[in-house]
C-alpha cells in the first residue's frame, strides 16, 4: 500500500507540474539595438554574379594570322599562321578570414594557352610557340576592408610567372610579373557600391598604372552591372536568381619571358594584350555547382616583342605583330561562394 500511494503521490506531482507554465512571457518590442555597436557594409549588391571559389574551365580561339615576324633587320619579315589557339584556365579563390569586420581570401590561377602553328619551321619563333605553350600561373589576395555602413576598402595584389618554358628549369625571376590595385569606395544602397582607386597592372601586356573605378549597381530585380574599369565592364540581365546573362568585355595578357637560342645570346619577353568583347551565361547546376558559358571576339590590343624587362620604347622592340582577330568560346564548371 504504502508503495502505491508514493507512485501516486509522484503521478500527482508529475501532473501538476506539466500542467503549470513556468515560461516567463517577454515582450521584445522593448529591446532595441545595443548602443555603440558598429555596424559594416557587406561586400556584394543584390543579384550580384555568385563569385567563384574553384573554377576549371577550357577556351579556344579559331584561326588567325601572325605578321611581320623577325628579330633584326636583316630578317626578313614573316607570317606565322595559326590554326587554334587551345587554353585550360583554372583558379581557386578560399577565404581565409571572414567576418563582418574584414574578408581576406588566397587565391592561385592557371592559364596555358597552346598555339597550334600550321607553319613551325619558317622561323625560331614560330618553332617555340609551337612547341611550347603561354603560360600564366599564380598567387593572389584580395583583402575587403569595411570601414562602416557606408565606406570600403579594397586590396588586391598578385604575383605571376608567365613564359615559354620548356621546363620547369627554364623558370627564372625576370618571368615574374607583380601586380595589385587599392579602391576606396561607397556603398549607398543594398544595390550600389560605387569606388575609385589605382592600379599597377600588366593587362595590357606592358606595365601600367591606372585611375580604375568600380561600380556594382542593381537597377531592378532583372538588370543591373558590374564595373572595374578599365579591365572589364558588364550588363547584367537575371532571369531569375540561378539563371544570368552578362553582355560587355574584359581586358586581359601579361609580359611573358621567351628564352631565345643560344645563337642568339639573349632572352625576349612577349607583351601580350587581349581585348574580348563578350557574352556570358551563367547558370546553377545544383547546390553550390554553376556552368558558365562564353562566346566573343578576342581583338588584338597589343602583341609586342622586345628585348628587355617592362621595354616601352620603340628602340627595345623586336617587332610588334597585327595579330588577326578570331572568335572565341570558353566554358566553364564553378563551385560558388553561398
Given amino acids: 500500500m504504502r508503495l502505491i500511494f508514493t ?20 515582450d521584445y518590442s522593448n529591446f532595441g539595438d545595443a548602443d555603440g555597436v558598429k555596424r559594416y557594409c ?4 543584390l543579384n550580384q554574379t555568385p563569385q567563384r571559389i574553384l573554377s576549371l ?22 607570317q606565322i599562321n595559326i590554326a587554334d589557339v587551345n587554353a585550360i584556365r583554372a583558379q581557386v579563390n578560399v577565404p581565409v578570414v571572414s ?6 581570401q588566397m587565391g592561385v590561377n592557371y592559364w596555358n594557352s597552346k598555339f597550334n602553328v600550321t607553319n613551325p619551321t619558317v622561323n625560331d619563333f614560330a618553332t617555340a610557340l609551337d612547341e611550347t605553350a603561354l603560360l600564366t600561373a599564380g598567387i593572389n589576395t584580395t583583402v575587403f576592408k569595411p570601414l562602416n555602413e ?16 620548356e621546363n620547369a628549369n627554364a623558370i627564372q625571376n625576370k618571368a615574374i610579373t607583380l601586380s595589385g590595385t587599392v579602391i576606396y ?3 549607398t544602397s543594398e544595390k550600389n557600391m560605387i569606388g575609385t582607386g589605382l592600379a599597377r597592372t600588366y593587362r595590357a601586356g606592358q606595365l601600367m598604372h591606372l585611375p580604375v573605378l568600380f561600380w556594382n549597381k542593381t537597377f531592378n530585380d532583372k538588370w543591373g552591372m558590374e564595373l572595374l574599369l578599365p579591365a572589364r565592364g558588364f550588363v547584367r540581365y537575371n532571369f531569375s536568381t540561378t539563371s544570368m546573362l552578362q553582355a560587355g568585355f574584359e ?15 639573349r632572352n625576349a619577353y612577349i607583351q601580350r594584350g587581349e581585348v574580348k568583347p563578350r557574352i556570358m551565361w551563367d547558370k546553377k547546376l545544383a547546390g553550390f555547382l554553376w556552368i558558365n558559358a562564353q562566346a566573343g571576339l578576342r581583338y588584338n590590343y597589343r602583341f609586342d616583342v622586345v628585348n628587355r624587362y617592362d621595354a616601352r620604347e620603340d628602340s627595345q622592340r623586336f617587332f610588334s605583330s597585327n595579330l588577326g582577330n578570331p572568335l572565341f568560346f570558353n566554358i566553364s564548371l564553378n563551385f560558388v561562394s553561398p
Avoid at 42 to 45: A, D, I, L, R, Y
Avoid at 99 to 104: A, D, F, L, S, V
Fill in 150 to 165: 557606408k565606406n570600403f576598402l579594397i586590396f588586391q595584389a598578385s604575383a605571376d610567372v608567365n613564359g615559354l618554358f
Fill in 42 to 45: 557587406s561586400q556584394k549588391v
Fill in 185 to 187: 569606395g561607397w556603398k
Fill in 7 to 26: 507512485l501516486l503521490c509522484l503521478f500527482s506531482a508529475s501532473f501538476v507540474f506539466s500542467q503549470t507554465d513556468t515560461t516567463e512571457n517577454f
Fill in 99 to 104: 567576418t563582418n569586420k574584414i574578408i581576406w
Fill in 57 to 78: 574551365g577550357f577556351e579556344q580561339y579559331g584561326g588567325f594570322s601572325m605578321p611581320g615576324i623577325s628579330f633584326n633587320s636583316k630578317q626578313f619579315p614573316t
Fill in 251 to 265: 581586358l586581359e595578357g601579361n609580359q611573358y619571358l621567351m628564352q631565345l637560342p643560344s645563337t642568339m645570346g
